[in-house]
């Protein structure tokens, strides 16, 4: 058995929660259009150049993935990634998400909404992991602030302005390009093994 490189192991573990193989498939209701004010203020910071799961319609980069392209199997290479997938499938976009930016995506940054905390993907994915640097790899989150009005297929300015449910949150995945991690900042990945 060959020894494999400290990324390699942890992307190797990542995979290894199957989190990515129990993808729901969405539905009209699941998938949310980024209000326009906030993908701006978010592009403005991060200069975007992929949206990774977009419509014709809804691409908020003029390069994009659909569905059809299945952005869950394709490689990210050196994008600064916009991803504001259907929800459903928030547990593999996030273990994708990982394993992009451990083989070299620069940026994913990824909206979802804030009452996920408590779910086994986040508890096992993201707790451990944010806000601090996992092998040249940060991931933060950031909390917005209200609770934004999103769009949908059918309403797709959100003029049928209901009470949003829930706020949303950010994850960021940034590399940490010419620097190791920060001894101080920096944990070591153990995951549990999973049945």
């Not at 259009?33 to 978010?42: M, Q, V």
């Not at 797709?156 to 940490?176: E, Q, T």
């Amino acid at each position: 058995m060959t020894q494999l490189a400290p990324v390699q192991a942890i992307a190797a573990r990542l995979l290894s929660f199957g989190f990515m193989d129990r993808v729901l498939p969405s539905v009209a209701s699941d998938e949310r259009l980024t209000p326009a004010d906030l993908y701006e203020s978010l592009h403005a910071e991060f200069g975007f150049t992929i949206d990774l799961a977009a419509s014709s319609e809804n691409a908020k980069c003029a390069r994009f993935y659909t569905k059809a392209d299945n952005a869950l199997s394709l490689t990210w290479g050196t994008e600064n990634c916009w991803l504001n997938h259907p929800w459903s499938q928030t547990p593999a976009w996030v273990e994708k998400s990982w394993r992009e930016a451990m083989a070299g995506t620069p940026l994913v940054v990824m909206l979802l909404p804030d009452n996920r905390t408590h779910q086994p993907f986040w508890q096992t994915l993201v707790e451990p992991f944010r806000e601090t640097s996992l092998n040249g790899v940060q991931l933060r989150a950031r909390f917005l602030p209200g609770r934004q009005h999103y769009g949908t297929p059918e309403d797709p300015l959100a003029k049928r302005r209901r009470r949003p449910k829930h706020g949303a949150v950010l994850l960021i995945w940034r590399r940490l390009v010419g620097r190791p991690p920060s001894p101080s900042h920096s944990v070591q990945l153990e995951l549990p093994v999973t049945q």
